[in-house]
């Protein structure tokens, strides 16, 4: 499936449908809700490590890629303790809730961000044609 179609969408929808399933936590308070919205944030996200690797996989020269999927593990190794120790302090100060609302509305930021310039990258002709 993911050689047939076209990634950026479903990247991009991952990460909205990730943050959306974060709102929510900012005003909700029962467990039951929680657990569900978290289920299906799971069920959200599950696709991204796939769709994100399969990305670098058609749009890099095989010869290149050991070296490219290297350095992204070394990126993300290094981002998720910086994370944690913004994390941490942001929990302190906003609390779980507005911590986790504060992060569902940048990602939906992120989401619309990114569709905005790839909408961009697109052209408008491509808009045109999608939307005959």
């Known amino acids: 499936m993911l050689r047939t179609t076209r990634q950026w969408p479903l990247v991009v929808a991952v990460i909205a449908l990730w943050g959306g399933t974060l709102i929510p936590f900012g005003f909700l308070d029962a467990t039951a809700p929680t657990l569900v919205l978290f289920a299906l944030g799971g069920l959200a996200y599950g696709p ?27 990126i993300t190794m290094t981002v998720l303790p910086a994370g944690a120790a913004v994390g941490g302090p942001l929990v302190a100060a906003l609390g779980a809730a507005g911590t986790l609302l504060g992060s569902g509305i940048a990602t939906l930021t992120l989401a619309g961000a990114v569709a905005l310039v790839l909408f961009a990258a697109a052209g408008p002709a491509r808009w045109r044609a999608a939307r005959a």
């Open 48 to 74: 991204f490590p796939a769709f994100t690797l399969a990305l670098f996989q058609n749009a890099t020269d095989p010869a290149d890629l050991p070296a490219l999927l290297a350095a992204r593990g070394a």
